[in-house]
């Protein structure tokens, strides 16, 4: 199956400060998406975003379909912010395989 | 909000002891999946249904099996729960654009 790493697995970021999460998958896809688990557990969809690039507010995501990538973009950092962000990729759309996360914390 | 529930939310349950645990949606989306997450591992796919009476395994399916007889309900079933199946269960939605969206999720502890 597909393999999807993270980076980084763990980061602390200072309120109003600027982040950039990484997902590197192993094969070609034509799903990709972003959520978020907030710290009760939540899971949110963030980004449906098999290729291109999307803004929602403070976020904004970029895939690179050809060169197996996605980023994640989080400017103005705020507290509520905090959480696990997952990245889930897949080949057709009736499933998707997720990576282990990253979880990040924003201090105020 | 994709109108996704899950009961119970919270179960501790015995070794050996069967579990049921229910998804139920209101909006009639086609896809419906049952996660598990364990601390290390992200949510890992346990089974997916793709209609009435229509289902598949996913890549943690040992022990665990899936019944869906109507298109709101899709149901995870623990024959014979063990201790290793302790986790947080999500069940999700695929909507109409591909999306998945997540219900509130279960803690299941087996003692």
């Known amino acids: 199956g597909i393999q999807v790493e993270q980076s980084p697995p763990d980061l602390i970021l200072q309120e109003g400060a600027n982040s950039t999460l990484r997902c590197n998958f192993s094969?070609?896809?034509?799903?990709l998406q972003w959520f978020h688990q907030n710290p009760w557990g939540q899971l949110i969809n963030l980004f449906y975003?098999?290729?291109g690039t999307k803004q929602n507010g403070r976020l904004s995501a970029t895939t690179v379909a050809t060169e197996r990538y996605s980023l994640l973009y989080i400017s103005s950092s705020q507290t509520t912010d905090s959480g696990v962000y997952f990245c889930?990729?897949?080949?057709?759309?009736?499933?998707?395989?997720f990576g282990t996360g990253t979880k990040l914390q924003v201090i105020p | 909000d994709a109108g996704i529930t899950q009961s119970p939310r919270h179960k501790v349950t015995e070794t050996g002891t069967p579990v049921t645990l229910r998804c139920h949606q209101t909006?009639?989306?086609?896809?419906m999946y049952w996660y598990r997450q364990d601390p290390g591992h992200g949510l890992r796919l346990i089974h997916y249904?793709?209609?009435?009476?229509?289902?598949d395994k996913g890549e943690v399916s040992d022990g665990y099996s899936v019944s869906r007889s109507k298109t709101e309900d899709f149901l995870l079933t623990l024959e014979s729960a063990t201790s290793s199946q302790t986790s947080v269960y999500f069940c999700a939605i695929r909507g109409d654009g591909y999306e998945q969206y997540f219900g509130p999720g279960t803690r299941l502890t087996v003692t």
């Open positions: 909006e009639n989306h086609r896809y």
């Open positions: 249904s793709y209609g009435v009476k229509d289902t």
């Open positions: 094969d070609s896809v034509n799903n």
């Open positions: 889930a990729v897949g080949r057709g759309y009736q499933k998707v395989t």
């Open positions: 975003i098999p290729s």
